[in-house]
């Protein structure tokens, strides 16, 4: 669409992003020739951007692009074979993440990362009631005032949308869409500033889909939250991101602002990638 | 603590000895007082020791035993409870093991006592400096029940990650309306590692709080002891505004009188008839030698013949 974006496409190994947020920020997260080898087989290969603090990069693909070994690379849940990863702390240093000590890593995914899994079991504790899963992080850093706890807890669970009273049922008594809400008041509870969501709305029916978009949305936005999120869903790359990578067979064949990318793809993978969402 | 084998004290007393002194063979004693040294370099720790087989079933003290076996000597007097009682099978078979197999003296009284292994209490008696007390301990990890990977709980203990440690207890408030945890609970040793003290009563937790004695504890079957040297600051988790409490009765002990013990329910009859009495045998046994009397006591109730079997069976 625009002209000026075209020179977004730009050779693999050296991706320089569109700055979309604040111009005078530096980067929060940089990602150097990160490359990720299952024995022979590759996961990803020499993937590199830059992220803003405020940004939302999507990334699409197909299922076995590689997408969620990037994230898990990205997010030190996998120690990628090659490559590097910086993250701006706030003290405004910058640090490589794979050469944190084990508590630095432990106590930086506990304030200042979130990360929001497809499969809410995954992320929650299924046995112990609601206020205690956004509770922990809060006693994790130190909090032990247990009417503060709750109450903080209490004001989340309404922030997603999730009744006041439910504090005390499990998450097994909830519905996916609930699971799913619960997942991000427990990793925003913290106040972090980067969060890593791999299919966030995977598995949830179309309605509820909607308003847990939504609900990011307007999280998002409010929080000034920078998020990587992996899809395989275009709508919901369009919807909550600023900024888009392809992904295919383990490497980025196209980045770009979401909108340049999805009205105007360059490479031929991302657009029959486009051109295979269904109308209704 | 001397290297004297069973051989040389059975020798002089003509007998034939095919077991090394307390059990044990001395290379294995070497290496469980190595774990004990640095269990008690690192207080709260949990150290790896290779446990042994014992002529007794997993649950049953394994652990307690290997480490009282490693640090006995001849001249050392042993003292063995069982839920803060003496007289129980327990209690009874351990000590009896230790008067074969080390020829030691062994006592009911907790002052006379040097080693004190124990199963589920700390007695009533503030313990004294040179005293050592060795808990059975079945279950050593207290983040067991919430983390069920060791490799796990391992590193939450190396880089200090417990905040796992008060879900449990913000849950029992949640749902019960207070800390509802009343025995192993867990404790924060030297402000560094949280303990679980063995499954003693909550009740005895503040008597581990810079106690006079060494406190050891034995896991046999999960093959980790770990230690508190004396003196040692041990706070028991809580909330700022739900403090840990200890557990409080009602009524003194039935036989005694006494207050401020931890007291067991007796049950007398099928018709809902109970008393309460001192869970420490010993305690009980000593207050009632000094002339302190209970309720149900039976002198008491001989003195008061008919009123005193009513009283006996309203109480």
Redesign the interface.
């Known amino acids: 669409m625009n002209k000026a974006h075209t020179s977004d496409h730009l050779p693999k190994s050296s991706l320089v992003p569109p700055r979309p947020m604040d111009l005078s920020e530096k980067p929060l997260l940089q990602v150097r020739s990160v490359s990720k080898y299952y024995g022979r087989r590759v996961g990803c290969e020499d993937i590199s951007f830059d992220l803003w603090p405020g940004e939302v990069l999507a990334i699409v693909g197909e299922s076995g692009s590689g997408k969620t070994t990037l994230l898990d690379c990205i997010s030190t849940r996998m120690t990628p074979t090659s490559g590097m990863v910086n993250y701006r702390m706030r003290d405004g240093t910058m640090r490589e993440v794979f050469r944190l000590g084990e508590a630095e890593k432990r106590f930086l995914m506990r304030t200042d990362w979130g990360f929001v899994h497809q499969n809410p079991a995954d992320g929650l504790r299924m046995t112990v009631s609601a206020g205690a899963n956004v509770g922990e992080r809060l006693m994790a850093i130190g909090k032990r005032h247990y009417g503060d706890i709750r109450e903080t807890a209490a004001d989340w669970l309404e922030q997603v949308e999730i009744a006041r009273d439910r504090i005390d049922d499990q998450p097994r008594a909830f519905s996916g869409g609930m699971r799913q809400r619960l997942q991000i008041a427990r990793n925003l509870v913290t106040g972090p500033r980067l969060v890593f969501m791999d299919e966030p709305t995977g598995g949830l029916d179309v309605s509820v889909q909607a308003r847990l978009l939504d609900l990011l949305r307007g999280l998002v936005a409010e929080l000034g939250l920078a998020a990587i999120v992996v899809t395989h869903d275009l709508a919901v790359a369009r919807l909550l991101s600023h900024r888009m990578v392809v992904m295919k067979e383990g490497r980025v064949i196209e980045t770009g602002l979401t909108d340049r990318v999805l009205d105007d793809p360059q490479a031929p993978y991302t657009q029959l990638l486009i051109s295979s969402i269904l109308q209704v | 603590m001397t290297s004297a084998t069973l051989h040389d004290i059975e020798a002089q007393q003509g007998a034939i000895a095919d077991y090394n002194f307390a059990y044990l063979d001395e290379q294995t004693k070497r290496m469980i007082r190595r774990a004990i040294l640095k269990g008690i370099a690192i207080p709260g720790y949990q150290v790896p020791f290779a446990s042994r087989e014992m002529p007794m079933p997993y649950g049953w003290g394994t652990g307690g035993v290997q480490v009282t076996a490693s640090i006995i000597g001849p001249d050392d007097t042993l003292k063995v409870i069982d839920q803060g009682a003496d007289d129980t099978t327990n209690a009874v078979s351990i000590r009896a093991f230790f008067a074969r197999m080390a020829k030691v003296r062994t006592t009911t009284h907790t002052a006379e006592a040097t080693v004190i292994q124990t199963r589920h209490r700390i007695p009533e008696e503030p313990l004294h400096e040179g005293q050592v007390i060795v808990f059975q301990v079945p279950i050593p990890e207290p983040l067991r029940f919430l983390e069920p990977r060791e490799t796990e709980t391992r ?1 939450m203990h ?7 440690m ?2 449990k207890l ?2 029992d ?3 019960k309306g207070h800390i509802a945890t009343n025995y192993a609970y867990p404790v924060k040793v030297k402000g560094r590692y949280i303990m679980d003290p063995s499954p003693t009563p909550k009740f005895d937790n503040p008597k581990m709080h810079r106690s006079e004695a060494l406190q050891l504890y034995g896991a046999g079957r999960e093959m980790r002891i770990y230690a508190i040297p004396p003196y040692t600051d041990v706070v028991s988790l ?5 403090p840990f409490e200890i557990q409080h009765f009602e009524e003194p002990c039935a036989l005694c009188g006494g207050t401020d013990v931890f007291l067991d329910e007796v049950i007398l009859d099928d018709q809902g008839g109970r008393m309460f009495v001192c869970s420490d045998s010993d305690y009980c046994e000593d207050r009632r030698a000094h002339g302190h009397r209970g309720s149900l006591s039976p002198d008491i109730l001989d003195g008061a013949s008919a009123d005193g079997d009513k009283e006996g069976t309203e109480a």
């Open positions: 590193k190396a880089v200090e990650d417990y905040g796992l008060h879900v913000y849950e408030i949640a749902q809580d909330f700022e505004d739900y």
